[in-house]
């Protein structure tokens, strides 16, 4: 079941990202990560939503078998993002895992709250990727 859950959202990232074409920006490319993290969990929501639930419940044994999958998502994040960093995507005052742990982290929950009776998965992506690349202030308060 663990498994699983991160099979499917690398997989998901993964195609999202590949199907850029060749040469795409590194905020493209995040941008594709982030919908294809959304897609995943929304659309295998059982293994993924599962995944995040037990993960930290179930004993040291399982976590151990499973630390190699979940090892191997975090890096496809943490390349991701350091080329964004690379490209000066990224703000420079946060470190990349951060950057991942918030972002990742955020991106889990939509399986629980996200209703699709308000409107299409692309319209909510696109929400989304806006919350991440823009926040949610519309113009920063002047530094005192």
């Given at each position: 079941m663990l498994d699983a859950g991160i099979h499917a959202l690398s997989a998901a990232v993964r195609s999202h990202v590949d199907g850029l074409p060749a040469g795409?920006?590194?905020r493209a490319r995040l941008a594709a990560a982030v919908e294809g993290h959304l897609w995943g969990m929304l659309h295998h929501g059982d293994f993924t939503a599962a995944h995040i639930r037990i993960y930290r419940n179930v004993s040291d044994a399982a976590r151990a078998r499973h630390r190699p999958v979940r090892s191997a998502y975090t890096r496809l994040w943490d390349v991701l993002l350091a080329d964004c960093a690379a490209a000066g995507v990224l703000r420079r005052d946060i470190p990349v895992p951060m950057v991942r742990q918030f972002l990742v982290g955020a991106?889990?929950?939509?399986?629980?709250?996200?209703?699709?009776?308000?409107?299409?998965?692309?319209?909510?992506?696109?929400?989304?990727?806006a919350l991440v690349f823009d926040g949610i202030v519309v113009e920063p308060e002047p530094a005192p």
């Open positions: 795409s920006a590194a991106l889990n929950w939509p399986v629980d709250w996200y209703d699709t009776k308000r409107g299409s998965f692309e319209r909510f992506a696109a929400q989304i990727t």
